[in-house]
T-cell receptor, first 112, second 115 residues
Framework: GNSVTQMEGPVTLSEEAFLTINCTYTATGYPSLFWYVQYPGEGLQLLLK?????DKGSNKGFEATYRKETTSFHLEKGSVQVSDSAVYFC???????????FGKGITLSVRP | EAGVVQSPRYKIIEKKQPVAFWCNPISGHNTLYWYRQNLGQGPELLIR????????DSQLPKDRFSAERLKGVDSTLKIQPAELGDSAVYLC?????????????FGPGTRLLVL
């Protein structure tokens, strides 16, 4: 079956530090890959996505590249801000009718 | 544009009591999802609706959970009777339809605590 593995958290960084959050997956077929973010007190929001190998999703300074050879979709940002403090979820979907499968999520705290 | 609305935001009940959650999706969204998110875990799909039809309810514990989406708009998820293990956040999401299933818009969730 499908599964998503995220690195263990939480992660605490200073403002302007470089961020990498690891995500690897196991899937049948060719999944689409997603990063969702959940800010305190709010619902999950789509941050970025990639639908085929070597695609790069980007949004709000975050980037992730779909690496089929390593089955990975790591999230990166060059300079984090306090406002990036949130819970980040990696997810995948295979086929037009299938459900989203999420990782456990990781909490990011950015201190001034 | 209003987002997905859920109520209540928080609910505390004693075990064996019934509980219901309500969701109003984004206007025009035909597909509606209910997810359950246990503490420290990612969301897991319970049921998906296309308009008023439940098209994927394989993960819904049917002995105690039920859901409906009358008229293909609002939806209600019910648990009767609730058990201690049902304590979780219940998320509702919606999307335009199958073709746009990738982008699911989530509500803030209902946090349920069963004592």
């Amino acid at each position: 079956g499908n599964s998503v593995t995220q690195m263990e958290g939480p992660v605490t960084l200073s403002e302007e530090a470089f961020l990498t959050i690891n995500c690897t997956y196991t899937a049948t077929g060719y999944p689409s890959l997603f990063w969702y973010v959940q800010y305190p007190g709010e619902g999950l929001q789509l941050l970025l996505k990639a639908t085929k190998a070597d695609d790069k999703g980007s949004n709000k300074g975050f980037e992730a590249t779909y690496r089929k050879e390593t089955t990975s979709f790591h999230l990166e940002k060059g300079s984090v801000q306090v406002s990036d403090s949130a819970v980040y979820f990696c997810a995948l979907r295979t086929g037009a009718n299938s459900k989203l499968t999420f990782g456990k999520g990781i909490t990011l705290s950015v201190r001034p | 544009e209003a987002g997905v609305v859920q109520s209540p935001r928080y609910k505390i009940i004693e075990k064996k009591q019934p509980v219901a959650f309500w969701c109003n999706p984004i206007s025009g969204h035909n597909t509606l999802y209910w997810y359950r998110q246990n503490l420290g875990q990612g969301p897991e799909l319970l049921i998906r609706y296309e308009n008023e039809e439940a098209v994927d309810d394989s993960q819904l514990p049917k002995d105690r959970f039920s859901a409906e989406r009358l008229k293909g708009v609002d939806s209600t998820l019910k648990i009767q009777p609730a058990e201690l293990g049902d304590s979780a956040v219940y998320l509702c999401a919606s999307s335009l339809g199958l073709a746009d299933q990738e982008t699911q818009y989530f509500g803030p969730g209902t946090r349920l605590l069963v004592l």
